[in-house]
RNA sequence: GGGGGCGUAGCUCAGUUGGUUAGAGCGCCGGCCUGUCAAGCCGGAGGUCACGGGUUCGAGUCCCGCCGCUCCCGCCA
C-alpha cells in the first residue's frame, strides 16, 4: 500500500511500528482540540489512526491543525509513538500508538457534507444515494465492497478451478421479445432499428456450448426494465454458469461447496451436505411459495375436505368451485394481541384475499370469528386436521388454490416473525426442483414458459408434450437461501426440432421462431451438444451472505424503487442533436428535470 | 397500473381538538481548554413545515392535486 505520498495506510500502524517515521493520508474523521494539544483521527478505507498535534513541540503546526475541519483529505508525517498509558484506544486496531506530527499538508478542502459518513449515521436513504461517495466512506459500506469484492473473487477462484473459462457476452444484442421487457438502445447507423440490453446472456452461453467451449462462466451484467423490489434492481449482477456433457446433478455437485464455503465464512455455519431437495410442488403446498424460507416452521395445511364439511358457507363455497381451504396455525399464538390479526388481515387483502378467517384457542377455550363455527365436532376434527393445540392461534384461507398459497404463503413471514420462531442466524438453503414446464396464461389464452422457453422437460415428458402441457415437468431448479431466489438454472434443449416443438407450445408459428429466434435455433443444427448451467444473483447472495435486507446496500451505486440514480439524475432528456443522431422523436410528454 | 408508510432547521425527529413568535438532540459558526477518542464547557446563527391549490377569521395540522423516497401486488421468459 506503500506509494510516493504515503508510507502505510490508517489501518496499518502497530506497537511493532514505534519509533518509525510514517507518512499517511487519508480524511480527517474528527478533530479533538483540547487547547494545547489536538487530535485528529485520520480515516482511509483500511482504518483510522490517531495523529497528534501538539503546541510544545510545534505552535504553528498546531494551529494549522486547529483549521482542518471534518472530510479534509489531508497528509500527515510523523513519527509513531506509543500511546501513554490510559490513553490507548482498546476499539481501535491501531489504538496502542498514535502518529506525533511534524507536518501536515491539505491535500483537498471539503464542505460541511449533508451527512457525516459515520456507521452511526441517521441520514436517509435518498440523501446517502445522492452523495453516494460520502456514504461509501462510511466504514460499513466500505466493508461491504470489499466483502462483494471477496465474494466474487472466492466464486472466480472455485469456478476456475473447476475448469470454468470467463468469456464476455455482448452488451448490445438483438431484442427478445418474450420475457421481461427490454431497455434499449437506438442505432445510429441504422435508423429506426434498436439494440437490446441484454436481460441474461442465456443464448450466447448456449451458443458458446455449440462452440464447444463445455465450461463457460461469467459475471455478467442483466438489465431488465421491470419494477424493482428490495431484492430487485433494473440492473444486477449474476454469475453466469453454463456447461456441456452435464446433468442436474453436476451442477448441484459444483454449485454446493461454493455455497458451503461462502456460509462457513460468512455466515459462521456449515450447511447440510448434501443440501436439502424440494419438489415444486411440495413447496407451495406447505409454503405457499416456490421459495420458501426454511428458517420459519410455520407451514400451511390442507383441510379442503374437513372445511367442506363444517356447514359455512365461505369455506363450502370455495371447495365446491373447485378451490381450497388452507390453514395456518401459529403455536403459542392464542396469546398475541387482537392489533396482530387485524395487521395480518389487512396484509391479506393488500394480496388480494377478500378477509382473513381465524380463531384462537385459549384456556377459556374457542373465540374469534370462527369460534362458533368450529365449535362441533366438524370444527374439532377441522382443528385436528390442522394440528391446532389449546393455546394456538389458526388463520384460513379459503378459494383458487393460486391465492390462498399466495395469501398464507405471504402471511407466514410477519407471523413467524412475531412468534419468535424464525432463526435468522442461521441460513437455510435448498434447491427446489420438478418445476412446470409451462402455465397457462389466461389473458393470452396461451401457455407460457415458467423458466424460459430454452428449458428441456423432463426426457419421459416429451411424449405427453402437446397432450397434457400442464403436466410436464422442466429440468429446471431454483436455488433457494432464507427465502430468496439466490440462483436458478436448467438443462436446456439442444435438439433444434425439440426447441421448434417447444416454441410451436407457447404459440409461436415456424415464421415467428424463425423470425425471432432463427438465428438460434439454426445454431443447434449444427452440432449442439446436451448442456446446461445455472446463473447466481450477485446482488442477492452478497445481501444474504452479510446479512442485509436491501440489494442497494450491497451495490457501490444503486437505483431508486423508481429506478433513478440519484446521484447522476438518471435517466434524463437527451438534447435535440443526440436525439437527431439516434433518429428518435420523442412523443411523450418531456420529464420534469429533476 | 394499484395499495400501504414517510416528507417540519444541514441530519434525525417532536409538534395536542386548527389558535400568539414552530421546538429538541446532533451537526455548524465563535470563544475557552495540554491526553482526547460520540471530547467537554460557554455563546451564537440556522425554517419555502416537499410543492401547488382549496376550506377557514386563522392551516405544519383539515380537503384535493402533485413530486420524491420506501414496502408490497401486478410485472420480473
Known amino acids: 500500500m506503500r506509494s510516493a505520498l ?8 502497530r506497537r511493532a511500528d514505534v519509533g518509525s517515521r510514517v507518512s499517511l493520508c487519508g480524511w480527517v474523521a474528527s478533530r479533538r482540540d483540547q487547547g494545547g494539544v489536538a487530535f485528529v483521527d485520520l480515516r482511509d478505507r483500511h482504518g483510522v489512526t490517531q495523529v497528534t498535534f501538539s503546541g510544545d513541540r ?7 491543525a486547529s483549521a482542518l475541519r471534518p472530510e479534509w483529505c489531508v497528509r500527515v508525517t510523523g513519527v509513531v509513538g506509543p500511546r501513554p498509558a490510559g490513553a490507548v484506544n482498546a476499539t481501535l486496531p491501531t489504538g496502542e500508538v498514535e502518529v506525533g506530527a511534524e507536518a501536515l499538508e491539505v491535500l483537498s478542502e471539503c464542505p460541511v457534507p449533508p451527512f457525516w459518513p459515520t456507521d452511526r449515521t441517521e441520514a436517509g436513504l435518498d440523501l446517502r444515494l445522492e452523495y453516494r461517495f460520502i456514504d461509501l466512506r462510511r466504514p460499513k459500506m466500505t466493508r461491504t465492497l470489499v466483502e462483494r469484492a471477496q465474494i466474487v473473487s472466492t466464486v472466480r477462484r472455485h469456478l476456475e478451478a473447476q475448469g470454468f473459462l470467463e468469456v464476455e457476452t455482448p452488451l448490445l444484442t438483438r431484442s427478445t421479445p418474450e420475457g421481461s421487457r427490454d431497455f434499449v438502445v437506438p442505432s445510429r447507423l441504422h435508423p429506426g432499428s434498436f439494440y437490446a440490453l ?13 462452440s464447444g467451449f463445455d465450461r463457460y462462466y461469467q459475471i455478467a451484467r442483466c438489465l431488465r426494465d421491470e419494477d424493482s423490489r428490495a431484492d430487485r434492481q433494473p440492473e444486477f449482477s449474476q454469475v453466469d454458469i453454463e456447461g456441456s456433457f452435464l446433468a442436474e446433478e453436476d451442477v448441484y455437485g459444483l454449485i454446493e461447496p461454493l455455497l458451503r464455503t461462502l456460509v462457513q465464512r460468512y455466515r459462521g455455519h456449515d450447511l447440510p451436505d448434501p443440501l436439502p431437495r424440494m419438489r415444486y410442488d411440495e413447496a407451495m403446498a406447505r409454503f405457499g411459495s416456490d421459495k420458501p424460507d426454511l428458517r420459519n ?17 365461505v369455506f363450502s363455497d370455495a371447495v365446491a368451485a373447485g378451490g381450497v381451504v388452507n390453514a395456518l396455525r401459529l403455536p403459542g399464538g392464542a396469546a398475541l394481541p387482537r392489533k396482530d390479526v387485524d395487521g395480518w388481515e389487512a396484509e391479506a387483502k393488500a394480496v388480494g384475499a377478500k378477509g382473513l378467517a381465524w380463531a384462537k384457542w385459549g384456556a377459556e377455550g374457542l373465540a374469534g370469528p370462527l369460534a362458533k363455527v368450529l365449535a362441533g365436532d366438524p370444527g374439532r376434527a377441522l382443528l385436528a386436521a390442522a394440528g391446532v393445540r389449546e393455546g394456538d392461534l389458526v388463520l384460513f384461507g379459503a378459494g383458487p388454490f393460486a391465492l390462498v398459497k399466495k395469501v398464507l404463503g405471504h402471511l407466514r413471514k410477519p407471523c413467524g416473525e412475531r412468534l419468535g420462531v424464525v432463526d435468522r442466524n442461521r441460513t437455510a438453503a435448498l434447491w427446489v426442483t420438478d418445476f ?6 389466461e389473458d393470452e389464452k396461451r401457455w407460457d414458459a415458467c ?6 422437460p423432463r426426457e419421459e415428458d416429451w411424449a405427453v408434450l402437446e397432450q397434457d402441457p400442464g403436466a410436464v415437468r422442466a429440468r429446471a431448479y431454483d436455488l433457494v437461501v432464507d427465502g430468496y431466489e439466490a440462483g436458478g438454472g436448467s438443462i436446456r434443449i439442444h435438439r433444434p426440432d425439440r426447441q421448434q416443438r417447444m416454441f410451436s407450445l407457447l404459440g409461436m408459428s415456424p415464421d415467428d421462431v424463425q423470425r425471432r429466434f432463427g438465428w438460434f435455433v439454426d445454431a443447434l443444427r449444427f452440432g449442439a451438444p446436451p448442456h446446461g448451467g445455472i446463473a447466481l444473483g450477485v446482488d442477492r447472495l452478497v445481501m444474504l451472505l452479510l446479512g442485509e435486507e436491501a440489494i442497494q446496500e450491497v451495490i457501490a451505486f444503486p437505483k431508486t424503487a423508481q429506478a433513478r440514480c440519484l446521484l447522476t439524475r438518471a435517466p434524463a432528456p437527451l438534447d435535440e442533436k443526440q436525439l437527431r443522431d439516434a433518429s428518435i422523436a420523442v412523443v411523450a410528454p418531456p420529464p420534469k428535470q429533476g
Do not use: I, Y
Open 6 to 13: 504515503r508510507t502505510h495506510t490508517c489501518g496499518a500502524l
Open 436 to 441: 412446470p414446464l409451462v402455465e397457462w396464461n
Open 58 to 64: 510545534d505552535a504553528s503546526l498546531l494551529e494549522k
Open 451 to 456: 423458466h424460459h422457453p430454452f428449458t428441456s
Open 297 to 313: 416452521p410455520l407451514e400451511l395445511v390442507d383441510v379442503s375436505r374437513e372445511a367442506a364439511a363444517l356447514g359455512f358457507r
Open 198 to 210: 441484454p436481460q441474461s446472456p442465456q443464448l450466447f452461453k448456449q451458443l458458446l456450448m455449440v
